[in-house]
């Protein structure tokens, strides 16, 4: 089995190339790893049957004083008890142009400071932020009520 420092950041692809555009930002693009088969994103079963392919431009959690863009690859698969479905990615739930582990960076970091600075320090908008917090309270208050 081949393993790659990758595959614990981006499961189910591979580096294809990357490009540091200027003194602040690294993209990085990804290809579907040719080993691991699509998933539909609705029963979660594996499919051969790719409709089309296109691409994603999602923001990652920094590195160093990089900005880390992703150009990800999103399948649309036949699914065969679901019909034509997106690919599930694990690290990039539905329609966000963000990787789940920096929505669970700002997730961290607002408990910790307040909504702009977090924005200001991660360089997204505000609105951003505050969406991410938002979902990250309504999580913990149905978990409280599921307590009492």
């Avoid at 990089?66 to 399948?75: C, E, Q």
């Amino acid at each position: 089995m081949d393993a790659s420092l990758l595959d614990l950041f981006w499961e189910g692809f591979e580096l294809e190339s990357y490009e540091i555009s200027d003194a602040k930002t690294l993209t990085i693009r990804l290809q579907p790893c040719p080993s691991q088969l699509p998933f539909c994103s609705d029963c979660g079963q594996a499919t051969l049957l790719v409709h089309d392919v296109s691409r994603r431009r999602v923001r990652e959690r920094d590195l160093f004083h990089y900005r880390v863009w992703l150009d990800v690859p999103v399948r649309r698969v036949r699914c065969a008890d679901c019909g034509i479905r997106r690919e599930q990615i694990r690290w990039l739930s539905g329609r966000r142009r963000l990787t789940q582990s920096l929505v669970n960076y700002v997730e961290a970091l607002v408990s910790l400071m307040p909504v702009k600075q977090v924005a200001e320090l991660l360089g997204l908008h505000w609105h951003t932020v505050k969406a991410i917090d938002n979902q990250r309270f309504g999580q913990w208050v149905a978990a409280c009520r599921r307590l009492w």
